[in-house]
């Protein structure tokens, strides 16, 4: 099975398709119409400058040959996905290329770009626009790699108006704990909480709470304090790739 994949850069729509004669407006209108499924958007805009001598953006770090982006979206294809939209910003039309390369194209891919130097909340805040208000999200960084089942993220969300992945990891240094909020109590090397992941799922009535220069964590406490949120604990194998210490352990996870 062959889809179409629709590009969207700025203002400019242009159409890759097997089927030229079909009009990028109603290729459009074809990917946000059935609202009832969840569009993923995939923060894409990361430059990974710990990762010298890597130049491209970070998302496109292959993973034992296989570049993160990729592996996420194959991930969101065996899972049903079928719209994705990638928040770019750093050396975008190497994203744009590598989209255009993939061998598998389950998915719509649209891309919204806005400029390298933006923060979080802008980019999920300009992605946002291009779709119903109306439509289910889930956000997910581009340099996280999870064995998430999002169908299982799914149905545990039903009830709730935001649901994000925690799991468990040691913090580096240790846990510092403070006495009255003041004077250090102790310090645990080995004590183990929970970070957030990403893969968050998102309704209508949450997005007004995220600010233009919020990171994704921030938009998650924000909604904790007025909106049903939910934590979907993640038990299986992750790693999330900021340096080149990550990118071995990321290499010793996934094959």
Request: aromatic share 6%; glycine share 8%; charged share 25%.
């Amino acid at each position: 099975r062959r889809r179409l994949i629709f590009i969207i850069d700025g203002a400019q729509k242009f159409l890759i398709s097997h089927r030229p004669k079909k009009k990028a407006a109603n290729m459009l209108a074809e990917m946000i119409e059935d609202t009832t499924k969840p569009v993923v958007i995939i923060l894409a805009g990361g430059n990974g400058s710990r990762l010298q001598p890597w130049v491209a953006p970070k998302c496109l770090m292959p993973i034992n040959g296989i570049p993160i982006l990729g592996r996420l979206l194959s991930q969101l294809e065996n899972h049903g996905i079928e719209n994705v939209i990638l928040c770019t910003g750093y050396r975008s039309r190497d994203i744009h290329e590598f989209i255009l390369q993939r061998r598998t194209r389950l998915l719509r891919v649209a891309f919204s770009d806005a400029g390298e130097n933006v923060a979080m909340g802008a980019r999920l805040l300009k992605a946002r626009g291009l779709i119903d208000e109306k439509r289910q999200v889930i956000v997910c960084y581009g340099d996280e790699l999870a064995t998430v089942d999002i169908s299982e993220l799914l149905n545990a969300h039903q009830e709730y108006d935001m649901t994000f992945c925690g799991a468990k990891a040691k913090i580096p240094g240790g846990t510092i704990h403070f006495h009255n909020g003041r004077s250090i109590a102790r310090i645990i090397e080995a004590e183990q909480h929970y970070i957030n992941i990403g893969f968050v799922v998102a309704e209508q009535n949450c997005w007004k709470d995220l600010d233009a220069d919020a990171g994704l964590s921030e938009w998650v406490n924000k909604c904790i304090q007025n909106k049903k949120v939910k934590i979907f604990e993640h038990l299986g194998a992750r790693a999330t790739i900021n340096t080149l210490n990550d990118l071995a352990y990321a290499e010793s996870l996934f094959v």
